[in-house]
């Protein structure tokens, strides 16, 4: 018993002093005296680590071997097939090519499978100058569905430069009738030529031409402007004879859309037939059995569709073929499927048409599909890559599904082990935490921190049907190619896009052989892609007279998806071409949304004449917008043969935002029977750049009126057609009558004609006629409006001003007065109206008080005991005063329908009365039950019923004292009258003002939104009209975080030092903008200046930012830092201290605002 006592006090003390040692002392120490007591050497520390060293090696020297000067060439092969746009050579050649390497490099199952896309085809144009040469004529893009097309006979017209698309540049020449040739950096300032009359527009390259530019000659709205491009060296030869004297030119030009066939392009690499490592499935599984689709793009895009060489958009199918070839080398042990798509920018079609034969989520869909056609894969990789970075990243979100900017956290989560896995991979192989970045779910940043501009992935439409699928992108490059002409191999940078395809070939290859990439998880995606078929028909009582049943071939149909006019390139108006019978069918719709279905016929030179019927017959009876509804859904949209007239110039000129709702009457000032609308909805409340043109549809030989308003507030856009002669020479008072009212209102608008010129002055010359009329008829009755009769004639002396500008072709001036004289009297005609509008209110008021009053008379001088009698004798009186006030108020004058008013007031008197009684009665019902089962009686007289009896014979009191009675009636009636003929209520304009306690800091005027949104552009606009000739007009510009309350990181490079940093926003100005505030004082160095006037490329930096870039004054003129795919040269460093502590007038910083901080 000993041994045990003795074994168990040693445990003891053992353990005492084991806890005493590590709860008193330090257990490093006590660990390395332990190991050094029993001589134990630490094992070394294990690297955990996917890519061992060996394979890293194996890796890197793997793909050195990819060339600069093979990729190259590529993209110089790929750019010289022509326009790779479908439908075009270049994009079938394009195709055999990709097909034939495909087989040479030993792909299995190689499959080129077509499908159909709608795409405007350019089929020639030409420039002839009177007595000269033709120059060759590219079509542009389509507004909408209206192509450029010119007649049968093309246009004639003298030839003007107009630079950059300013009125200044267009003062002194003949605008209307004229082609007018513009240099194509001019943003939308085409539209000023185009409201003025021209015939055709002319852009050529003058030094400017990128992706921004590029979108900004193409409209949402078909509105009718003919637009073409002219090559620089033809441009430059016509300029030349212009400085000789008047040029006449001829136009011809043709583009039409068709429904082309496109073509997918794909080929296995079979996966080995080994089984995957135990402990990796639960199940046992081949490698085989489980797919990588590896996809990209080979078509291309251009705002010039028959100049779309794409040397930037071949990157990816570049980079797809040299992956083909290094994997056949470096076998992978899945499955590998590599997928060429067309019809990329025409709204992701390529991918979308493969997802709905091949790959769906959907049981619905699945089952009908055979087992031949199912392709499922396990992840899909998309390559859109561009040359202007030399990093790449992985998304999980574009922005073509997704316009806004959000983040999906149920897709993050999901694709970020993927995403994290890969990038992991690559920075073991080569070292560098830089060279591709985790762009799902990056550390203290976002994905939109490495995409510089929209852009749509192939991706997006995989993950929209529940598939799992990344999007391997270039990351920080804005892409300022893409989209234009000039997209050409010579500006491809082959190092920077060399580089991007060694990183994702060496992680493709990895991936390719790990067991744990694809091992699946309980997380999916839902399948969202619904279908929508239908059929376009006209309504032609001749085929059946009750329903529409005539179908309309080839009819062009269309959805807008949100967002911008092309994103990335990739076009948002989705388009396919019906067939012979009016069907169409739209296999995958792109978002979850209602969309505004709408159908167009177009004629041979792309004129729209039929187009949605938004009256009872069409939308009112067939809706036009569909909502997402069942797996596939069925409509029928009816269309009226029509002509189409645009209109530009669609601003609200008091709050400066574009308008973004149209009403349209006819002559009659009725809605028509058939009519239709084009314009961009709810876009009053966007930022930045909008579509500032609307398109109205009507029956040939028809007149039509547009109002167009906002949500907020009421008309602020008036085309009545109504006498513009009346401007000159108003209507004198004593001639105002119903017939002169009619006039004013106008007649409308010839549909035949087209397009409204100078609508802004139009629309403030009908709003004025309007105006005029109705005040001198308000007047002649004793109703007046002071307030606005001071600005109404402004107003008229600013037209008439205008009108001289625009007879002396002073351009500028003109739109300044326009612009004046339609803000003067957009403020009044709401008052003006609301005048008019108050007086009938105010009859309204009086019979609803006349009421009461005639049942008082009838008391007082009848007094009749038979209820009958009682109702004829108010009725009586009701009449008697009725009639009197027909001919004493103004009322009726001013309506045309004046005994409208009076049965409108009957019927509802009536109808008032009947209901009351109704709800009287069914109260005493529901009550009497209520006392029967509960055994209770009772006997009640209702409040109303007694207080009606007591007026009742206070009233009938009232005979029995007729000298009182009628003295108090005088008195009432004599204290009524000095009230209101002695009392008015008058309202005044007042600016509204909220005093800032800070210093001005210089003389002038800030305009910005309260909320720190983006103005729109027309406010830049109309603040160089109105205020140009007096004062500098300063812009200025902000880019920071796509979603407010998100920092914002713009990565900023300087490669000579390779030294890198960031930003967390960017302020652009102007060179007037350094004298505004004192800038110019707080910059730093003898070598630092401010911007020049039309200096481009240039920037300054803050000096703090400097020193971490490496740039110090001694090297202000010379370095140059990297930003979005750009180089910029650093001509100043700035106190950025300094200037966080200026303040503007409101007494906020001139920096941008830190939404972070403020939210």
Request: net charge negative; aromatic share 10%.
């Amino acid at each position: 018993m000993a041994k045990p006592k003795l074994l168990n006090a040693f445990f003891l003390v053992f353990a005492a002093a084991m806890i005493a040692v590590v709860g008193f002392g330090d257990p490093g120490v006590v660990n390395r005296a332990v190991n050094d007591f029993f001589g134990w050497a630490p094992n070394p520390p294990v690297e955990a680590r996917m890519v061992d060293p060996a394979q890293a090696a194996e890796l890197r020297a793997l793909v050195a071997g990819i060339d600069e000067a093979d990729i190259a060439a590529e993209i110089a092969h790929f750019a010289g097939f022509g326009s790779r746009v479908p439908g075009y050579a270049g994009e079938r050649q394009a195709r055999d090519y990709v097909r034939e390497r495909f087989e040479a490099l030993g792909l299995e199952d190689v499959q080129s499978e077509a499908f159909k896309v709608a795409v405007p085809i350019d089929r020639g144009g030409e420039l002839v100058v009177q007595g000269g040469d033709s120059k060759r004529l590219y079509s542009l893009w389509p507004n909408g569905v209206r192509t450029p097309s010119l007649g049968s006979d093309g246009v004639r017209g003298p030839l003007i430069y107009g630079g950059q698309g300013e009125l200044e540049a267009l003062d002194g020449q003949p605008v209307q009738g004229s082609i007018v040739l513009l240099d194509f950096a001019c943003g939308q300032n085409y539209l000023h030529a185009a409201s003025l009359g021209a015939k055709a527009i002319v852009f050529f390259d003058n030094g400017g031409v990128n992706r921004e530019q590029a979108a900004d000659k193409f409209l949402k709205v078909p509105v009718d402007i003919p637009r073409f491009w002219l090559e620089r060296q033809d441009a430059l030869d016509l300029l030349a004879r212009l400085q000789d004297g008047p040029v006449a030119v001829h136009l011809n030009a043709r583009m039409d859309w068709e429904g082309v066939e496109a073509h997918n392009v794909y080929g296995y690499l079979p996966g080995s037939p080994e089984m995957l490592p135990a402990k990796s499935r639960e199940k046992p599984q081949a490698w085989q059995d489980q797919t990588i689709v590896i996809q990209a793009y080979y078509d291309a895009i251009s705002v010039v569709p028959a100049l779309a060489p794409g040397a930037e958009n071949s990157a990816g199918i570049v980079a797809l073929l040299q992956l083909v070839e290094l994997l056949k080398e470096y076998r992978p042990h899945y499955s590998v499927l590599f997928l060429a798509t067309s019809g990329h920018f025409e709204g992701l079609s390529g991918i979308n048409d493969f997802l709905y034969r091949h790959s769906r989520r959907s049981d619905y869909f699945r089952e009908r599909m055979s087992e031949d056609e199912r392709i499922d894969f396990d992840l899909m990789l998309s390559l859109d890559l561009s040359s202007h970075a030399d990093r790449t990243a992985s998304f999980g979100m574009g922005t073509f599904y997704n316009p806004k900017w959000r983040t999906d956290n149920y897709i993050k989560y999901m694709l970020t082990p993927y995403s994290k896995r890969l990038s992991l991979a690559v920075e073991e192989t080569f070292g560098d935490t830089t060279r591709h970045y985790e762009g799902i779910a990056p550390p203290k940043r976002t994905w939109k921190n490495f995409m510089s501009i929209p852009l749509a992935f192939a991706s997006e439409a995989a993950a929209f049907v529940g598939q799992k699928a990344l999007a391997l992108a270039t990351a920080n490059d804005a892409r300022e190619r893409i989209d234009t002409p000039l997209d050409l191999p010579e500006a491809v940078d082959a190092q920077n896009l060399t580089r991007q395809i060694q990183t994702l070939a060496a992680m493709l290859a990895w991936a390719g052989r790990d067991a744990e990439l694809l091992k699946p998880t309980k997380l999916e995606l839902e399948d969202y892609g619904h279908s929508l078929a239908g059929a376009i028909y006209w309504f032609d009582r001749d085929v059946n007279f009750a329903v529409p049943k005539k179908p309309v071939p080839q009819a062009l149909v269309t959805y807008q998806q949100l967002g911008p006019n092309s994103v990335g390139g990739v076009r948002t108006l989705i388009a396919q071409e019906a067939d012979d019978a009016g069907r169409f069918r739209f296999d995958i719709m792109r978002n979850r949304l209602s969309n505004a279905i709408r159908a167009y016929e177009l004629d041979s030179y792309g004129e729209i004449i039929s187009a949605p019927d938004m009256g009872q017959e069409g939308d009112e009876t067939y809706p036009t917008e569909h909502p997402w509804g069942w797996w596939e859904n069925e409509m029928l949209q009816v269309l009226f043969k029509c002509r189409a007239l645009s209109l530009f110039e669609t601003v609200d000129s008091r709050y400066l935002s574009v308008l973004d709702h149209v009403t349209v009457l006819d002559e009659r000032d009725g809605v028509p029977q058939s009519w239709g609308a084009d314009f961009v909805e709810r876009q009053s409340n966007e930022e930045g750049k909008v579509t500032l043109a609307s398109v109205v549809y009507a029956q040939p030989g028809t007149r039509v009126k547009a109002l167009m308003s906002t949500s907020l507030f009421g008309v602020r856009y008036l085309l009545s057609g109504a006498p513009a002669a009346w401007v000159a020479e108003p209507v004198r008072p004593a001639d105002v009558d119903e017939a002169t009212m009619k006039q004013a209102l106008g007649r409308g608008y010839l549909v035949d004609q087209g397009v409204v010129l100078r609508p802004g002055y139009a629309a403030a010359c009908d709003m004025w006629v309007l105006d005029d009329v109705r005040i001198k008829q308000l007047a002649r009755y004793g109703v007046r409006n002071d307030k606005f009769m001071r600005l109404h004639e402004e107003a008229r002396l600013a037209l008439l001003e205008a009108e001289e500008h625009l007879q002396a072709q002073r351009y500028s001036e003109f739109k300044r007065a326009t612009r004046k004289a339609w803000g003067l009297e957009g403020r009044g005609y709401p008052d003006i109206k609301s005048t008019a509008d108050d007086t009938v209110y105010g009859v309204i008021f009086y019979f609803a008080l006349l009421l009461p009053f005639s049942f008082c008379c009838e008391r007082l001088f009848f007094g009749f005991a038979d209820i009958r009698r009682q109702v004829a004798g108010a009725a009586f009186f009701f009449l008697a005063i009725f009639l009197i006030m027909r001919f004493i108020h103004p009322a009726f004058k001013l309506s045309s329908s004046p005994y409208i008013i009076f049965l409108a007031f009957v019927i509802f008197a009536i109808g008032g009365t009947a209901l009351m009684m109704i709800l009287g009665r069914f109260t005493r019902a529901v009550g009497q039950r209520k006392r029967a089962a509960a055994g209770v009686h009772e006997a009640d007289i209702g409040r109303l019923s007694a207080t009606a009896a007591a007026a009742s014979l206070g009233i009938s009191n009232l005979r029995k004292r007729k000298l009182r009675t009628a003295l108090t009636v005088i008195t009432l009636t004599l204290l009524t009258f000095t009230a209101q003929a002695f009392t008015s209520v008058q309202s005044y304009l007042k600016f509204y003002q909220i005093p800032r306690p800070n210093e001005p800091s210089y003389e002038g005027a800030l305009l910005r939104d309260r909320g720190w949104k983006g103005l729109q552009l027309s406010v830049l606009d109309y603040a160089e009209s109105a205020f140009g000739d007096q004062a500098q007009v300063l812009p200025r510009s902000w880019i920071t975080s796509k979603v407010i309350g998100e920092r914002a990181y713009i990565d900023i490079e300087h490669k000579q030092a390779q030294k890198k940093s960031f930003a967390s926003a960017l302020l652009g100005v102007t060179s007037g903008e350094g004298a505004l505030m004192g800038l110019e004082e707080l910059l730093v160095g003898a070598e630092s200046r401010w911007f020049a006037d039309g200096e481009r490329d240039v920037c300054v930096l803050p000096a703090a930012m400097g020193e971490i870039l490496d740039i110090g004054p001694e090297d202000v003129g010379t370095a140059q830092i990297w930003l979005m795919g750009r180089s910029y040269r650093v001509i100043g460093l700035i106190d950025g201290e300094v200037i966080d502590g200026l303040r503007d007038l409101d007494n906020e910083s001139p920096m941008p605002v830190d939404t972070v901080a403020e939210a």
